[in-house]
């Protein structure tokens, strides 16, 4: 909103600096923090008034886990508010790759709120019924994926097919038109994005880290990937405007951050689906804007193990009646072996930075 200013700067010079994505990703940031730092305290009892017993814990989880009982969850709304708000004053609102990542993200926030709603009224684990959430978020991501490609077509940056191709890390020239397809497979990208963060939320702090270090690497590729210049000496495909997403994932660090103060061992507060939902979606729709999105598997490869440990889990369950991990998602299998809750933490936040420096150097591998 506030990159309006810029067209004053023939009066006010200094006011070109709402011109930079830099200058206005910055801002985005501490914005977003403060937000979070102000309202925080307030959101968090108002939350824990209204919801009593707070987020249900599991009976047949870790033991240490029980004397988190009475922790309020819903803590994406202070998340939520920090990037919305940020968004807003820093972002190019008239840019549809910004409006579609915050259409993702309260979309998926909404559907996450009525989840945790539902957990915290029944005092139960059995939210929102599985198939209507996923049609709704296949729903919503359709959408944002359907705008984004449109755009990216009537760009003609790259040929008339290149809104709705899958770009292949280590291959500058090769892409693969998928046509209308793409809007389903774009969708799908987000969806098990925005589920994955949700799976990898199960401990103060796990998820937050690795998000905020998904959002700072894909902050720098949606920047380089929008600007001509630095998209051509790298040899990744340029889209035009996608380098005002920058801002938005600016926020999402700066809301991280603030929200990472409060949840903080011991937590003050649970993220719940409303949080890890939208902070997944976020990062999915911005893989997908700027043509990442079998890169985003390597950055986000911790969300991407937690998933498949899951799936594993289950299915295989299913055959044999036997369990591969102690327990699923597997940051509570290490817990059962014997490591503490921060040992599990602190060691996956250094795999989400190893594999985070991973995928950002393939922007070179061409």
């Known amino acids: 909103m506030l990159i309006w200013l810029v067209e004053l700067s023939e009066h006010l010079k200094f006011l070109n600096l709402f011109r930079y994505i830099t200058f206005r990703t910055g801002a985005s940031l501490f914005t977003s923090a403060l937000i979070v730092f102000l309202f925080g305290p307030m959101i968090i009892n108002s939350l824990r008034i209204r919801q009593g017993r707070g987020q249900p814990i599991r009976a047949d989880g870790p033991q240490t886990h029980f004397k988190k009982a009475g922790t309020p969850t819903m803590g994406g709304l202070m998340i939520l508010a920090g990037i919305v708000g940020a968004s ?3 972002a190019d609102l008239s840019n549809v790759y910004v409006v579609a990542t915050l259409l993702v ?11 945790d709603y539902l957990k915290v009224s029944k005092q139960s684990h059995k939210g929102f019924s599985g198939k209507a959430r996923l049609g709704i978020e296949f729903l919503i991501a359709g959408i944002a994926v359907y705008f984004m490609m449109r755009a990216a ?4 940056a790259a040929g008339s097919t290149f809104g709705s191709s899958i770009a292949f890390p280590f291959f500058k020239d090769f892409m693969l038109n998928l046509g209308i397809l793409f809007v389903v497979f774009g969708g799908f990208v987000i969806v098990s994005a925005g589920n994955a963060v949700n799976l990898t939320d199960g401990l103060d702090g796990l998820a937050i880290v690795p998000v905020m270090i998904a959002a700072a690497s894909f902050g720098v590729i949606a920047y380089l990937a929008g600007n001509a210049v630095f998209a051509n000496y790298l ?8 380098g005002e997403l920058s801002v938005v994932l600016g926020a999402v660090i700066g ?3 603030g929200f990472l103060w409060f949840n903080a061992p011991p937590a003050a507060i ?3 689906d409303t949080g ?9 729709t911005v893989a997908v804007a700027t043509k990442h999105e079998i890169v985003m598997a390597i950055i986000g490869g911790l969300f991407v193990i937690e998933t498949l440990s899951v799936i594993i889990q289950v299915g295989f369950f299913k055959l044999t009646g036997r369990r591969v991990f102690l327990m699923a998602p597997i940051h509570h299998h290490f817990e059962k072996k014997g490591w503490t809750e921060s040992q599990v933490v602190i060691r996956f936040w250094i795999i989400a930075v190893g594999l985070a420096l991973l995928g950002l150097s393939t922007l070179k591998l061409r």
Do not use: E, K
């Not at 077509?153 to 003609?156: H, T």
């Not at 040899?235 to 996608?242: A, D, L, S």
């Not at 890890?276 to 999915?284: D, F, K, N, V």
């Open 255 to 257: 809301a991280g951050l």
């Open 88 to 90: 807003l004053l820093w």
């Open 153 to 156: 077509l009537a760009s003609g």
């Open 270 to 272: 649970f993220m719940g």
């Open 235 to 242: 040899q990744i495909n340029f889209v035009p405007g996608t």
């Open 276 to 284: 890890s939902l939208a902070l997944g979606g976020t990062i999915g």
């Open 105 to 115: 993200t309260l979309g998926f926030g909404a559907i996450g709120f009525y989840d």
